[in-house]
Each structure stands twice: as C-alpha cells, then as structure tokens.
C-alpha cells in the first residue's frame, strides 16, 4: 500500500455517527432499565450530602455477566459527582478492576501514587490508606471508590477495604466503597462478617425483550448514522439473542461488528445476514477485555494452553503439553521462557479470571501420580487463537 492509498482508507465513509459508543467502557447519558438500582445507591449514598459527619457507605452490585453491572455503576459514580461538586462537596471518584489490580496492596499504593505522589514502598498497607485518608481530610474531600471484580481479591483483602471506617475511625475515613461482582464469584469469597459491612446488596436481573429492544435502539441511534439500520425487525433479531443468552453485552457486540463488517466491504446498510454473520463470531460469555489486560506472560501461557489443544484435537490438554508449546512461542518471540512452577502458576490465574477450567486427575494404569488436566471455556480453540496471534504478534513482533 503506497501514501495515496493509505489516504484513500481515511476517505471511506463509514456508517458509524459514533463507534466509541459500543465500546465496553462507554458511560451512555441515559441509563435505561435500571431504575430500581440507581435509585437504591441514591438512597445509600445521598448521606455523604446530607449529613455533616459523611458517613463511611458501602454497597455491592450483584448479577450475572451482560446485566450492565459495571454500566450502572459508573454511570452513578459519574452522576453522583458532579451533583456533589454543585453541593460544594469535593467528591474524588477513582475505579478500579481486580483484573488489573489483584491485591488490596495494589489498589491502595495505587492512590498513594495518585494523591501523595509517591511509591508506598517501606509502608505498610495501613501506613499507606493514613496518609490517603489524612490527604482527604487536609483538602476536606470526600472519595468514593468503585471496585470491579471484587471476587477476585481475597476474602481478608475484601474485608479489610469494607472495615476501613472501623480501623481508622468513622470521623476519618472521608471514604466509600462501590463494589461490583457477578454472582456465583461473590459467593466464593462471602462470609457473614463481610456482608455485616454492607448497607445493601443489589441485584441486577438480565434484561428481558422490551428492555432490551430500548436499550439497542438507544445505542444504535447513537452509533449509526440515520438509516444503517432501517428496520425495527433487525433489531429485534438481536433482541432476541441478547434474551436468549441473558447477556445484553452480546448485542452491543453484535452491533460493533455488523457496523465494522459494513465499513470493511463498502456497505452502508446492516442486513439480516450480517446479524447472523456477526452473532456466530460473538461468544457471549467470553471477555475479550479480560485478554486485553492479561500480562504478557498468562497471554504466553495461554497461547501455549491454546496451541496444544489445537495440536491435540481433543478437549482437555495437559500442563505439560501446554508448557512445551507455551517455551516455544516464548522462544519464538526471543522472550525468556518461565520455568514450570511459574507457568502452573499461570494456569492458575487464568482459572481464577475464568478463561480456562483446570483440574487434577489420577494418572491412568499408574498407582502413584497425578496431572492436571486444562481445557477452555465458552469459545472455541482456534477462535482464541486468532485473537491471541494478533495481541502477540502487536506486543512481541519487531
């Protein structure tokens, strides 16, 4: 491709008005079919306006994936402080998510970089949050922190964060805590003195048909230019599978990729064949921005699981096949391999964030000895494998 074509693709027209729209971080302006929810953090939350003392709250969204978790909660956090700001309260929002941030540690040295400008090291986890909290109080601020997949920490860790105004004294601790997990993944980690620290769990129940048909129109009419989509039972095709997987992440999906497949081939309208084309490509319980934020070496390894479950041809592959593929494609790439113990570790982690299953079985016509046994969920081998080849070959190629 010379200059002049590589000119031409940025004249293309496009039928996306606002493609960023349907991406899985967007914070909408209206929030639809979730009232209920949005009205309940009100109700907790309001008291850090209300009353002088400001209140330590702490509240916990639940549901399965697809049911706009995360969604309500950023858009409350997001609403939430620019009424504070307009009430004179000088209200601090940060968001984290557990794929990135997997310790209490990490979360608070986090904002002791951010608001104390320093590392936190030769601090303790206590040492680090007074100086947080004292920063708070100096600038008579107010922070509420907004924790994704909160599961994915330790029990001790979860509690930890939900007793912060008890360690440090109600009259300090100039902080609240929104937490979100799906359902079945907070059960793992629940005990009675957690939920004893929350005000109130909401749980968020998959949308049904009508819910579903107005929040695809509204993102729809903000991704599309007017016509891309001109018929209601287009739609209501995806409507349909987004009841039928109980999943409302699969149709923004579906959208994306019908307006991208558009671009891609010159067209400007989304037919029914499309739907169909992008909802095979979709897997609506798998994360693609979980992938996106692996470390560079659980993407090694789980090439390596991909890999040999493609050269195996079977469902399940075997630690040690996976770490033969996973040294290869290190060593393709000119990256220094991981002995065994950190590769298993690994594999841990990956069935930790869901992304593969994991387990340990009796080696057959042996009397001693076990291995374990590794297999997917939710998407197929070689689909994983083109998405993994991309990531690696953007990270690692030269």
Not at 253 to 264: A, F, M, V
Request: aromatic content about 8%.
């Amino acid at each position: 491709m010379d200059e002049d074509e590589f000119r031409k693709q940025f004249m293309k027209k496009s039928v996306f008005r606002q493609a960023s729209s349907l991406d899985l971080s967007y914070v909408p302006e209206k929030l639809y079919c979730r009232d209920e929810a949005l009205k309940a953090l009100i109700f907790n939350f309001r008291r850090i306006m209300d009353e002088r003392e400001q209140p330590s709250v702490n509240c916990l969204i639940l549901g399965k994936g697809g049911v706009g978790k995360t969604c309500t909660a950023r858009y409350f956090g997001k609403n939430f402080r620019t009424i504070a700001i307009e009430n004179d309260i000088k209200l601090f929002l940060e968001y984290f998510n557990c794929i990135n941030f997997r310790s209490k540690s990490k979360i608070i040295r986090e904002l002791l970089a951010k608001y104390q400008h320093g590392s936190g090291r030769g601090f303790s986890d206590d040492e680090a949050l007074k100086l947080i909290l004292s920063q708070l109080i100096r600038e008579q601020g107010y922070m509420l922190l907004v924790i994704d997949e909160i599961h994915l920490l330790k029990s001790d860790d979860v509690l930890a964060l939900l007793d912060i105004a008890e360690t440090f004294g109600h009259q300090n601790a100039k902080l609240s805590l929104l937490l979100i997990s799906r359902s079945k993944d907070w059960m793992n980690i629940e005990t009675e003195r957690i939920l004893s620290r929350l005000n109130e769990k909401i749980i968020l129940k998959p949308y049904n048909f009508e819910e579903s048909m107005q929040i695809l129109q509204y993102r729809s009419d903000l991704a599309f230019k007017e016509n891309v989509i001109d018929n209601i039972n287009l739609l209501a095709m995806i409507g349909q599978i987004v009841v039928d997987h109980k999943n409302m992440r699969h149709g923004i999906e579906i959208l994306r990729k019908s307006g991208s497949y558009c671009d891609k081939e010159g067209l400007d309208q989304i037919t029914a064949d499309i739907i169909r084309e992008a909802s095979n490509d979709v897997y609506p319980t798998f994360r693609n921005d979980i992938i996106d934020q692996l470390k560079d070496q659980e993407i090694l390894a789980l090439y390596g699981i991909v890999r040999s479950l493609i050269n195996k041809g079977e469902p399940f592959t075997l630690v040690d096949d996976a770490f033969e593929e996973y040294k290869a494609i290190s060593e393709n790439y000119s990256i220094e391999p991981h002995v065994k113990m950190s590769f298993r570790k690994y594999v841990r982690q990956l069935t930790q964030l869901k992304i593969v299953a994991s387990k340990t079985v009796r080696i057959e016509d042996a009397t001693r000895g076990r291995h374990l046994e590794i297999t997917l969920l939710d998407i197929p081998a070689r689909k994983l494998m083109e998405l993994l080849e991309d990531i690696i070959e953007k990270k690692f190629g030269t």
